[in-house]
């Protein structure tokens, strides 16, 4: 009699094989395609296939066939290929596999009424941090970092906030062959260079980004853990160095750190009541 009860899988059994046989190439320079125009957040097809160093027809192959998805959008009037609607509709149902969005989002609210600054919710992709949430200040000289926005881990608040929770050979593995850009004159250069400032960032249970991404411009990031106690993500405040004055730094970090305990202590986080979000240090 046929066996009926068989397991569900969701990979094949030789999963882990990497070879050429288990990646569709065709998809894959679709997906750079696509990636490399979100990043530009819009080009002309000329524009995108130098920037590729691609051939255009090639490349215009690959928007015509997302288009038909509704994946990209072409502008007539500018001649300019965009990412299309479907693409967040794709990212919204990301954010629906997780409650932190949803939890994090009237925290952010309150966090950006206390402060005055814009607040933000990021989470951890490779060696950049993805903006998932942003709720803005009403000043007419405010930080800006729309979902889906990422943003080099070394050189963001939030960034570095979780980069501070990662032991050595976890940094080592992620910025392995990495190159740290340096964004302004106060950006670190390697690991190296940024062990003191993780370490305080572990004692004092916030990071501080000063002027490392964009100058006159700070932040003041926290972790976010999970049940588990892992940092998932971080909560943040941004803005102009004329606001954010080193006399306010306590202040706004309090409220950061506040924050963060709310809504970790939402996603189930074993903390105490006197927690300022300071894990274990990792090991050395």
């Given at each position: 009699m046929e066996n009926t009860d068989r397991r569900a899988r969701g990979r094949p059994r030789d999963w882990d094989d990497k070879t050429e046989q288990n990646t569709?190439?065709?998809l894959d320079r679709a997906m750079v395609v696509f990636?490399?125009?979100s990043e530009m957040g819009g080009a002309t097809l000329s524009e995108l296939a130098a920037d590729l160093g691609q051939a255009p027809a090639s490349v215009y192959r690959v928007l015509v066939t997302l288009e038909g998805r509704s994946l990209v959008d072409f502008e007539q009037a500018n001649q300019t290929w965009h990412i299309g609607a479907r693409a967040f509709l794709?990212?919204?149902r990301f954010l629906r596999r997780s409650s932190l969005a949803e939890r994090a989002r009237p925290i952010l609210r309150h966090l950006m009424?206390?402060?005055g600054e814009t607040a933000n919710l990021g989470i951890a992709r490779d060696a950049h941090?993805?903006?998932?949430s942003q709720v803005e200040t009403h000043a007419s000289i405010r930080a800006f970092f729309p979902p889906g926005t990422l943003s080099p881990m070394h050189a963001s608040g939030i960034g570095k906030a979780l980069m501070a929770q990662m032991d050595k050979d976890r940094l080592a593995r992620l910025f392995a062959n990495r190159a740290f850009e340096a964004f302004t004159p106060k950006t670190f250069n390697d690991l190296a260079a940024m062990a003191s400032d993780l370490s305080a960032t572990r004692d004092r249970?916030?990071?501080?980004?000063?002027?490392e991404r964009n100058i006159g411009m700070r932040c003041i990031a926290a972790p976010i853990f999970d049940h588990l106690g892992e940092a998932i993500a971080g909560i943040s405040v941004s803005g102009p160095t004329s606001r954010v004055q080193?006399?306010?730094v306590p202040v706004l970090s309090d409220a950061v750190r506040t924050a963060a305990q709310a809504?970790?202590?939402a996603m189930g986080a074993p903390l105490g009541e006197d927690s300022h979000l300071t894990a274990t240090e990792p090991d050395q």
């Open positions: 569709i190439k065709a990636e490399r125009l794709i990212g919204a009424e206390e402060t941090v993805l903006f998932v249970g916030y990071a501080f980004d000063d002027e080193d006399d306010a809504l970790s202590k």
